[in-house]
């Protein structure tokens, strides 16, 4: 009920009323009116302030969230830079570590040396006694799949040669100590960081592109004066074994891959080890190891010359040489070595693999798969193979 309203009420009152009372009573009621019309002024006043007050506080509050995600954008700008600072101290960390290897404490007997070396020479060219019936050779590439672009120039990835696992082994680069390994091809494909794949630190830093993963052991080149070939056991990150590669003034085996010494091979057969030395600078050498000894079981001068030499393989006990040029062009097989006699070179299919990039620094056959993992100029490609009976070529 407005003032007003109370006041015509009482108006009737009032003219009953002594007109002195009611004069008391007016100016009584006016009192009251102007304590009432001060007292609204006084809220409106409030509430204006109020008002004004939210507002600035909001627009204080919007301020500090603007400069709160500026701040964050600039927080997210410093941790990534600070990953890419990590992962370059990382590498320039393996790098030094590589230029300033850990002390040997793998003592090599000269007389032991020296012993595998005349029992390897007594084993040269003899005939060799397969241990399979494998009789296939490549007839062709059949096709080619660029999975990436990945670290260096050179280097290596492959699988487990004589295993199930689907893990892939990346050894980035020609000298380190450090193998990257992913859970599976999908992985090594999508992700292009190595953050993604566990890594092995091996006790001693690895030479070359011509390692390999052989029944979950690593075998791998270790140069500390003379080459040795180093088992590593993959499941429990343990050396089992080493043995210095019983073969004098050794050269590097491929004329184009001026990096790689010893190249480890895998075939239906087993382990083996193609190199060259300066008693037979011109041509390429086999040897056959024992995969749990790391002995030479056999031995053999090939006629397959290093010059323009790029990589090699093993096929059912048949050494197949891949060559280029000087200026990289179209590689191809067109020198096969079988130890066995079955397959003249002569009569050996002349494969050509597909235009690529530039040349291969390693070439690694899964026997397992019938194809080879190549890196070619830091492109890794799948070469998947069409085999045919030796008799049939």
């Known amino acids: 009920m407005g003032p007003w309203r109370c006041l015509l009420l009482l108006l009737p009152l009032l003219a009953a ?3 002195a009372q009611q004069q008391q009573f007016m100016e009584y009621v006016e009192r009251r009116l102007a304590l009432l019309e001060e007292r609204i002024a006084q809220w409106h006043d409030q509430s204006s302030r109020y008002s004004t007050e939210l507002r600035d506080f909001k627009n204080q509050v919007l301020g500090m969230m603007e400069t709160a995600e500026k701040e964050r954008e600039a927080l997210r700008a410093e941790a990534e830079g600070a990953a890419a600072r990590v992962d370059r101290l990382e590498r320039e960390v393996d790098y030094l570590e590589t230029q300033n290897p850990a002390p040997p404490c793998v003592e090599v007997d000269e007389v032991l040396v020296e012993k595998q070396a005349a029992t390897a020479k007594q084993r040269k060219n003899e005939k060799y006694n397969k241990l399979t019936d494998c009789s296939d050779t490549i007839a062709s590439v059949r096709a080619m799949k660029i999975l990436k672009r990945f670290g260096s120039t050179a280097g290596l990835w492959t699988k487990d040669a004589a295993g199930s696992s689907e893990k892939i082994y990346v050894f980035d680069g020609t000298a380190n100590d450090t193998v990257y390994v992913f859970p599976r091809m999908r992985e090594f494909t999508l992700f292009s960081a190595t953050r993604r794949a566990a890594r092995i630190k091996l006790p001693y830093p690895w030479v070359g592109t011509g390692h390999l993963v052989y029944g979950g052991f690593l075998y791998y080149i270790r140069q500390q004066g003379p080459f040795q070939v180093i ?8 050396v089992v074994d080493s043995s210095v590669f ?14 790689t010494y010893i190249e480890l ?37 090939t006629p397959c010359p290093r010059e323009n030499a790029e ?57 397992r798969e019938r194809q080879v993992y190549a890196w070619d100029d830091g492109y890794q490609i799948i070469y998947r193979m069409e085999m045919k009976k030796k008799l049939e070529v």
């Open 17 to 19: 009323a002594p007109r």
């Open 231 to 238: 088992k590593f056991d993959l499941a429990n990150k343990t």
């Open 246 to 259: 019983p073969a004098e003034e050794q050269i590097p085996v491929f004329g184009l891959s001026p990096f």
């Open 265 to 301: 091979a895998a075939d239906e057969e087993g382990l083996w080890a193609i190199y060259a030395t300066k008693e037979n600078e011109k041509n390429i050498c086999l040897a056959k190891l024992d995969p749990d000894t790391l002995d030479i079981e056999q031995m053999w001068d």
């Open 311 to 367: 990589g090699a393989f093993v096929v059912c006990g048949a050494l197949h040489v891949a060559y280029n040029t000087r200026l990289p062009s179209r590689s191809r097989v067109q020198c096969v070595f079988d130890v066995s006699g079955t397959l003249p070179p002569e009569e050996a299919s002349l494969v050509y693999f597909p235009k690529r990039y530039g040349s291969h620094s390693s070439m690694k056959y899964s026997p």
